[in-house]
């Protein structure tokens, strides 16, 4: 439903709109969402098509099925967060889309971020209790594990869900954004009571959405490259290297957007009326295109940079992605089966 609303804003923002350089992180950023469309729709495509079509699910695969889905939602969306964004945050799409558009990319997003972080965990698992995850790391658990993750992002994004809509301002421009109107008895007590709501979302979003996952891929991790250094394990190099990347790209990518929207989110108020911290909504267009960035950066890091990828190179992309994707038979075959070489060993050279 869309709503006339008149928002209390001074002309800073509109001179921040002017300046050089809010004008050449604008341009960046809208440029790293058109790479993040591109690779995101290819790259996650071909994940969900060989993953899901032509490979048989195994724990593996099936990880790096919902994170594909995930990821692949999200830059489905993209395209409607450029034309925003091209517009100074116009939305020309109507209340529908703006509702649809926002949850979709909270869900993926959410979602993408916890899968990352089952996944960490799954491997580490596989790692430090190979035995237990030989007789117990089942594809019927797997698939009902798995669910966590979408399940808590979706609880997560039921107040964007609420909340989310478009409004008009009294120069007819319309915007999606979180209606506010009827939190208070005038706008600056809406205000009050907004900036209230936002620091306690945004302290959930915090530390749900980041610290949380954050943590649990960097110990994840931590201990799987402990436990490397100790086996002396072989081909180690190229693993630590992986797992590197992983952690990584997660800091790089997700920390900037979160610590900016948090400190936006506890300062909306001072930003709104009095038009202070310009730094940070300057900075809001670079840090959450860098975050939507790692939507097409999963694929390369999670598939592409495995083990045999870059040797089959020169056969058929899917045949290649198979190779990548597949689960390794120490992990899934029956107990009985022997082999040559300890679980948790190859675990670790198929990464």
Not at 77 to 99: E, N
């Amino acid at each position: 439903m869309e709503t006339n609303i008149s928002l209390p804003l001074d002309g800073s923002e509109e001179a921040s709109h002017e300046s050089a350089g809010y004008t050449a992180l604008h341009i960046l950023s809208l440029v790293v969402l058109g790479v993040t469309f591109v690779f995101g729709l290819l790259g996650n495509g071909l994940v969900i098509w060989v993953a899901g079509f032509r490979m048989t699910h195994t724990v593996t695969t099936i990880s790096y099925l919902n994170l594909a889905v995930a990821d692949f939602s999200f830059s489905a969306i993209v395209p409607f967060l450029i034309v925003s964004r091209a517009m100074k945050d116009k939305w020309p799409f109507g209340w529908f889309l703006c509702k649809l558009v926002t949850i979709m990319g909270d869900i993926n997003l959410y979602g993408s971020v916890f899968l990352i972080a089952f996944i960490a965990l799954d491997r580490c698992i596989c790692v430090l209790h190979p035995v237990w995850a030989q007789n117990h790391r089942t594809l019927s658990l797997a698939r009902k594990v798995i669910t966590g993750p979408w399940i808590l992002a979706i609880i997560l994004t039921l107040p964007t869900c609420i909340l989310q809509g478009t409004v008009t301002t009294v120069d007819r421009e319309t915007y999606c954004i979180p209606y506010i109107e009827y939190w208070g008895n005038s706008t600056e007590e809406a205000l009050e009571v907004a900036t209230i709501v936002g620091m306690v979302g945004g302290t959930i979003r915090f530390v749900v959405g980041f610290i949380t996952p954050g943590s649990i891929v960097a110990i994840c991790y931590g201990l799987i490259a402990a436990k490397m250094h100790k086996k002396g394990m072989i081909k180690s190099s190229h693993t630590l290297r992986v797992l590197t990347a992983v952690v990584a790209s997660f800091f790089i990518c997700w920390f900037p957007f979160h610590l900016i929207t948090l400190l936006i989110t506890i300062w909306s108020d001072k930003i709104l009326l009095y038009g202070k911290y310009k730094i940070l909504t300057m900075l809001v267009y670079p840090t959450s295109a860098l975050a939507f960035f790692n939507s097409c950066l999963n694929p390369m890091l999670y598939v592409f940079m495995g083990r045999d990828f870059r040797k089959t190179m020169i056969q058929s992309l899917p045949t290649s992605l198979e190779k990548a994707l597949s689960e390794d038979s120490a992990l899934t075959e029956d107990t009985a089966t022997n082999s040559a070489v300890p679980p948790a060993e190859t675990e670790l050279q198929t990464m």
